[in-house]
């Protein structure tokens, strides 16, 4: 815990650094996977700093600006009325209804996630919650996806937390998961070490001020389970057609499963 | 922490007795028993009247940490409790 309160801060930062800036590229594959449609129910898990709930946000947002765009064209003889009532349809409910709660268990991360929304913009669809992702604060069969990017691995009771995500999830939902996991290749799994264990708490010390914290972070994602292992305890908690997907050799992996 | 107003013009007070977003309703249960919570305006809590547990609201966003929470069976379940 003393870990996130120390990095939420320069949190962002220390992603851009550590990443080279390519997490943002895993964030936006994330979203693009879940390819969500406007009206969606999304609950983000330890989704501090609200990267994936930004970005769904700003999906939904475009899917619904093209579908209205495309109802438009295809109704060629429309009167002035009605094009004017599709164009107000657009600015009252640009969303579409969707919404994104974002829940995590550190007031300074939730904080910092609140005045990045103000500072871009991003009011409406758009809430946050304090809570466990053991012990999630939201009724049975609520929503229709569950995002933890980055999350899953500071979760002391991973299974519980999966066994949470299972039942906030409404029947026909999805869990997405994005997390560092396991490089196979023996080469790119020295180097990567190599930058791990050199690089990155030196980046810490530098950006932040915090060797410590971030070191921890390089340890925490070396004693995560990898792919297969990750799909078995996702299965575990009642999942279907689980799957994953490497990025980058396996550096991080996106699994999904469904509730059916 | 850097207190930059937004670009949305939303008001932002300081104050900790900002009520929550009302669409988050919908979805909050107590994390323990599952069970609805009422919310209670002039404390700025969430009660979960069962178990005797009211949960703050602070900065608008619901801290709904069991460890957090207060018990409110000292005095009968109702307006005017001490802690804000």
């Known amino acids: ?260 | 922490a850097a207190g930059s107003r937004g670009a949305s013009g939303q008001e932002q007070g300081p104050e900790p007795g900002r009520p929550l977003e009302p669409s988050l309703l919908r979805f909050l249960v107590c994390p323990l028993s599952k069970r609805p919570l009422r919310y209670e305006e002039s404390t700025n809590e969430l009660i979960n009247e069962e178990l005797g547990i009211a949960y703050p609201i602070i900065d608008g966003i619901p801290n709904m940490i069991p460890e957090a929470a207060r018990t409110t069976r000292k005095r009968p379940p109702a307006e005017g409790s001490e802690r804000p």
């Open chain 1, 1 to 260: 815990y003393q870990v996130f309160e120390n990095v939420a801060e320069k949190y962002d930062v220390m992603n851009d650094s550590m990443s080279l800036g390519i997490h943002r590229v895993w964030k936006d594959i994330l979203v693009h996977k879940m390819n969500p449609s406007p009206g969606t129910l999304l609950v983000d898990v330890a989704g501090g700093t609200g990267d994936i709930a930004f970005r769904f946000l700003n999906y939904v947002r475009s899917v619904r600006e093209r579908q209205l765009q495309q109802k438009l064209r295809h109704h060629q003889n429309l009167s002035w009325q009605e094009i004017s009532k599709s164009y107000q349809e657009e600015k009252s409910n640009p969303l579409g209804d969707s919404q994104v709660v974002v829940c995590d268990i550190n007031k300074e991360m939730l904080k910092a996630g609140k005045q990045k929304a103000q500072h871009l913009g991003y009011s409406e669809g758009l809430s946050w919650v304090l809570g466990n992702a053991e012990e999630l604060p939201f009724d049975d069969d609520k929503f229709d996806v569950y995002t933890i990017a980055f999350g899953i691995r500071n979760v002391t009771r991973i299974d519980l937390a999966l066994q949470e995500a299972y039942r906030v999830l409404k029947p026909g939902g999805r869990f997405l998961c994005l997390e560092f996991s396991h490089v196979s290749n023996p080469l790119l799994s020295r180097l990567y070490d190599l930058y791990s264990f050199q690089v990155i708490p030196v980046l810490g010390e530098v950006i932040a001020g915090d060797w410590k914290s971030y070191q921890y972070l390089v340890e925490s994602i070396r004693r995560f389970p990898p792919q297969e292992e990750l799909k078995a305890m996702i299965e575990d908690a009642g999942f279907l057609k689980v799957d994953y997907q490497n990025l980058n050799s396996g550096i991080v992996a996106i699994h999904s499963g469904f509730k059916l």
